[in-house]
């Protein structure tokens, strides 16, 4: 079926890729390792190939402001031969939110301490943002493509799936892997794909 038969926002949401915590530098400073750039090489080729596929309007390319997924988006950029990455604040890492009592389906361990309601307070009020922009309900079919972080996706696909935010922590996500919502006219949204990593080699398919 035609990207345009039913109006269809399609929201391709990219982890960056691999990258090393070297010194302390922190999140605002660490940017991507040789193999990073190698998988943003990969994930460009792919995002080309997913555009010329598709028959709905492109609305870009948006990055988180930590270095390692601005030069993800920026290395994608290139290959499509763009010169436009727009730098958004709130795509940039949420926090872990940890609150086993919130599962109904069992209680589960990851090895990391309950986080204050407050830290779930302001998780959800990024993923809301997030939604505000571009989860709308659309009125023709797009394109859009977030580069951000691990916490972030999964969120963004436990609430797509109705599911409590703390169940991000059954999911994992490989560095340039690509996970694709879609909000539809009447504004019902899906699952498509959740960390597709075949546009890398299995050599290159790292997640820490």
């Known amino acids: ?22 010194g302390d530098l922190g999140d605002t400073g660490w940017g991507l390792s040789p193999l990073g750039r190698r998988q943003a090489v990969r994930a460009g080729k792919r995002v080309a190939q997913l555009m010329a596929a598709s028959s709905g309007r492109f609305d870009g390319l948006y990055a988180s402001p930590w270095p390692r997924a601005a030069q993800t988006a920026e290395i994608v950029a290139r290959e499509l031969e763009l010169n436009t990455v727009r730098i958004k ?12 009592a919130r599962l109904d389906f069992g209680a589960i361990s990851v090895g990391l301490d309950p986080t204050h309601p407050e830290d779930r307070k302001q998780a959800h009020a990024q993923v809301e943002k997030i939604r505000d922009r571009f989860f709308r309900a659309p009125r023709r079919s797009s394109l859009v493509f977030l580069f ?16 409590p935010y703390e169940a991000w922590a059954l999911m994992d996500i490989a560095h340039c892997g690509m996970t ?12 498509i794909a959740f960390n597709e990593t075949g546009h890398l080699p299995p050599s290159m398919i790292t997640t820490a």
């Open 1 to 22: 079926m035609a990207d345009d038969a039913i109006p269809c926002r399609r929201i391709i949401l990219l982890r960056h890729g691999h990258y090393e915590r070297i």
């Open 89 to 100: 604040p709130y795509l940039h890492e949420a926090i872990p939110v940890v609150d086993p």
């Open 148 to 163: 951000t972080h691990g916490n972030l996706i999964r969120y963004m696909v436990s609430r797509t799936l109705r599911l």
């Open 180 to 191: 694709e919502l879609r909000v539809y006219g009447g504004g019902f949204e899906a699952l």
